[in-house]
């Protein structure tokens, strides 16, 4: 969304759900999915509205019937657009569990219980947490985040900030190397992105770890590093987190 959207204009767009996947026609006899408008807009609105996609029978037909079309046009208020911004929009889905489904959770509550029946050393809160089954309201799913690194080396300049270091590269196939003067202080500046934005809350680098650096000489030979242990860094305590509003994640 646009940073400059002034208050009472309109958003238009389009949502559109075509592909859902881990569903099983052995535990769900029927499913659907719910839209809520206050996924969108904020707590904001007095009232609710939620819109809700065809349900299908699992018996009869396959998951990839389920999906969900519709667009959506809002009314922009600053609660509306900070809402926009910073939150998020959970899509729901709703099912018919089967009898089969019932009882392997119960068989697993079963196989539990006779488990901890059995006499054994105390465990501590964290250790019993794992043990217990997942409640329904907690999703639990595997997810992906690409991380784009940078990494600059920097050495202290007569005016006394730190500036790049040049790189020598030969072409594209070349990882290059940097070229450091002696006796230098230098700094390693670190820079992460991802495209995940909010979903992938990082805060910050809590340790880096060097070694195993090598010599590149005059006729490009490569020296081996005579100590190839690695060598904690001390961090700066001003780091930066950024969340712009196109959906990306910094960290430097």
Same mark, same amino acid.
């Given at each position: 969304?646009?940073?400059?959207?002034?208050?009472?204009?309109? !958003?238009?767009?389009?949502?559109?759900?075509?592909?859902?996947?881990?569903?099983?026609?052995?535990?769900?006899?029927?499913?659907?999915?719910?839209?809520?408008?206050?996924?969108?807009?904020? /707590?904001?609105?007095?009232?609710?509205?939620?819109?809700?996609?065809?349900?299908?029978?699992?018996?009869?037909?396959?998951?990839?019937?389920?999906?969900?079309?519709?667009?959506?046009?809002?009314?922009?208020?600053?609660?509306?657009?900070?809402?926009?911004?910073?939150?998020?929009?959970?899509?729901?889905?709703?099912?018919?569990?089967?009898?089969?489904?019932?009882?392997?959770?119960?068989?697993?509550? =079963? !196989?539990r219980e006779q488990k901890g029946?059995? /006499?054994?050393?105390?465990?501590?809160?964290?250790?019993?947490?794992?043990?217990?089954?997942?409640?329904?309201?907690?999703?639990?799913?595997?997810?992906?985040?690409?991380?784009?690194?940078?990494?600059?080396?920097? =050495? !202290?300049?007569?005016?006394?900030?730190?500036?790049?270091? /040049?790189?020598?590269?030969?072409?594209?196939?070349? /990882?290059?190397?940097?070229?450091?003067?002696?006796?230098?202080?230098?700094?390693?500046?670190?820079?992460?992105?991802?495209?995940?934005?909010?979903?992938?809350?990082?805060?910050?680098?809590?340790?880096?770890?060097?070694?195993?650096?090598?010599?590149?000489?005059?006729?490009?030979?490569?020296?081996?590093?005579?100590?190839?242990?690695?060598?904690?860094?001390?961090?700066?305590?001003?780091?930066?987190?950024?969340?712009?509003?196109?959906?990306?994640?910094?960290?430097?």
């Open positions: 969304m646009p940073g400059t959207l002034p208050a009472g204009s309109k !958003l238009s767009f389009f949502l559109t759900v075509d592909h859902v996947k881990g569903l099983s026609s052995h535990d769900f006899g029927a499913v659907h999915i719910q839209v809520r408008l206050s996924s969108f807009i904020g /707590p904001s609105r007095p009232t609710e509205e939620v819109y809700v996609s065809t349900v299908v029978d699992m018996d009869r037909g396959v998951l990839s019937d389920l999906k969900f079309r519709r667009s959506f046009s809002l009314q922009i208020t600053s609660k509306t657009a900070a809402f926009i911004r910073t939150g998020y929009a959970p899509i729901e889905f709703f099912a018919k569990t089967k009898p089969v489904y019932l009882e392997r959770m119960e068989r697993w509550d =079963e !196989l029946a059995v /006499p054994s050393r105390i465990k501590s809160p964290s250790e019993a947490t794992l043990t217990m089954r997942r409640s329904e309201t907690d999703f639990v799913v595997e997810e992906h985040h690409d991380v784009v690194a940078w990494l600059q080396v920097c =050495e !202290l300049a007569a005016d006394g900030d730190y500036v790049p270091v /040049p790189v020598i590269s030969q072409g594209p196939m070349d /990882p290059g190397s940097f070229v450091l003067h002696q006796g230098l202080q230098r700094r390693i500046v670190l820079q992460l992105q991802s495209n995940s934005g909010h979903q992938f809350p990082w805060t910050r680098v809590l340790r880096i770890k060097v070694g195993n650096i090598r010599l590149l000489d005059a006729k490009g030979r490569i020296h081996e590093s005579t100590s190839k242990e690695l060598v904690d860094l001390v961090l700066l305590k001003d780091q930066t987190v950024e969340f712009p509003p196109d959906g990306r994640g910094f960290l430097s």
